[in-house]
């Protein structure tokens, strides 16, 4: 028996590994991301299996789901959207799978910022623009170290994809604006690959009002840098002079 931390992408249900899709379909037991996670993969679950939604679950009744599935030799898939490794609270889970030595794997899946990059058609890293990438986010219930406000990741202007703040996207705007100027580019894209996928793109001085008109509220990935203007040096890897 085993738990499968497994990451489902971003919403498109061909988005998910070869390897994810077999671990589902060999589980007895299910526990997945709610209304993150497209329910079309629950389908490739076996007849049989018992699923939960884990938005209505605490940690200490998932370990009761974990040990019941452990008594019966049972696979667990545990579903999570994206990429587990990315804000997907595995650790403590991890944790508590240790102290029932229960075995588990982590399989890896596409993250929001990177889908969010394919449906802008967008490389997040351009020549003589930047070669950095932060992932970050706003403090909500989790706090930020002092280290990793905002402020201080934008000072070298790197590209921004920041999780789970659309709803602090005016507080986040007058962060940045001292260090990219009000005419950097930014993009916003809800629920990137899901059938009601939004992209909103503008410069830093405008996004507040546009989010506000498509009535964005969760679920959407803030991407900032000025890369978005599509406008670089030629890559050295395709360089005719590399050798």
């Known amino acids: 028996m085993k738990v499968y931390f497994i990451g489902a992408g971003p919403g498109d249900p061909e ?3 070869i390897k994810g899709m077999k671990a589902i379909q060999r589980s007895g037991y299910c526990i997945y991301a709610g209304s993150l996670v497209n329910t079309e993969l629950l389908k490739s679950l076996p007849p049989h299996a018992k699923i939960y939604d884990s938005s209505n679950l605490s940690l200490e009744e998932m370990a009761v789901i974990y040990k019941e599935a452990l008594e019966k030799n049972m696979d667990v898939a545990r579903i999570h959207s994206g990429d587990p490794s990315i804000y997907g609270a595995i650790q403590e889970q991890m944790h508590v799978l240790n102290e029932l030595e229960i075995a588990y794997e982590i399989i890896p899946g ?3 910022f990177a889908a969010a990059a394919a449906v802008l ?3 997040l890293t351009l020549p003589g623009v930047t070669q950095t990438i932060v992932i ?6 989790t706090p930020m170290p002092a280290k990793e406000h905002l402020s201080v990741l934008a000072a070298a202007t ?3 994809c920041i999780f789970l703040s659309i709803d602090k996207i005016e507080d986040i705007v007058k962060i940045l604006l001292p260090h990219y ?3 950097c580019p930014v993009a916003v894209v809800y629920k990137a690959t899901w059938p009601d996928q939004k992209i909103v793109c503008t410069t830093l001085s405008d996004i507040t009002e546009k989010v ?3 009535a964005i509220k969760k679920s959407a990935l803030i991407i900032v ?3 978005l203007r599509k406008n670089s040096e030629r890559s050295v890897l395709y360089s005719q002079g590399r050798k």
């Open 15 to 17: 988005l998910i590994t």
């Open 110 to 112: 596409v993250s929001s």
């Open 121 to 123: 058609r967008q490389e």
């Open 136 to 141: 970050t986010r706003m403090e909500g219930k």
């Open 158 to 160: 790197p590209t921004l």
């Open 181 to 183: 100027g009000n005419d």
């Open 212 to 214: 506000r008109q498509e």
């Open 225 to 227: 840098g000025w890369m």
